[in-house]
């Protein structure tokens, strides 16, 4: 009997099927393509420090994969660009006033230099290459596109061009290139 019920368990999760009580831990149990879209964030201090490009965990007191489910919501299917800015603005006063810890599934809070505030956050959509790029590396990745800016201050546009982005080739050949800000 309890080889019948492993037998099935095991078939379960090859298909990635779920069926009472048999689960297929598609938690776990899943497969990514080698190229993956991602969002990172990039925030900016009232005097110019630039902190990311990062994953958005950090953005928000929850665990790292409901942030992600929220930046979907509010940045991709989303279009009315009021509600972004005020995510933006919501987020950045409670980045600025009450930051938190690292707790279980949730990241600590970005936080900003000693006597600083950050004015400004940047989210963009990233293409990596999970056989080409440093998982370690944030910046690297083979695409870029601003999804949003919130720059109430023009902190961003006083930085002038930065080159946050290490952009690989579509071909197979690193290339150390910045990305302008459009």
């Known amino acids: 009997m309890s080889a019948a019920y492993l037998g099935v368990q095991i078939r379960q999760t090859f298909k990635d099927r779920n069926a009472w009580p048999f689960c297929a831990y ?3 149990n899943y497969y990514l393509t080698d190229c993956f879209q991602q969002a990172r964030v990039v925030l900016i201090t009232d005097r110019g420090h630039l902190v990311g490009p990062a994953d958005p965990w950090a953005l928000l007191p929850l665990e790292f994969f409901r942030v992600i489910s929220v930046i979907e919501r509010v940045f991709i299917t989303c279009e009315d660009p009021h509600v972004r800015d005020d995510f933006c603005r919501k987020a950045l006063h409670r980045l600025n006033t009450r930051p938190w810890r690292d707790w279980d599934e949730i990241r600590g809070s970005f936080r900003p230099p000693a ?14 290459d999970f056989t080409r790029c440093d998982p370690t590396d944030r910046s690297q990745v083979t695409s870029v596109e601003l999804m949003h800016r919130y720059d109430p201050e023009g902190a961003f546009a ?15 050949t ?4 910045g990305h302008p800000r459009p």
């Open 174 to 177: 690193p290339a150390a290139s």
């Open 158 to 172: 006083r930085a002038g061009d930065q080159d946050l982005w290490r952009l690989l080739e579509p071909a197979a």
């Open 26 to 28: 598609n938690m776990f």
């Open 115 to 128: 006597g600083q505030r950050f004015v400004g956050v940047e989210l963009h959509l990233v293409e990596v």
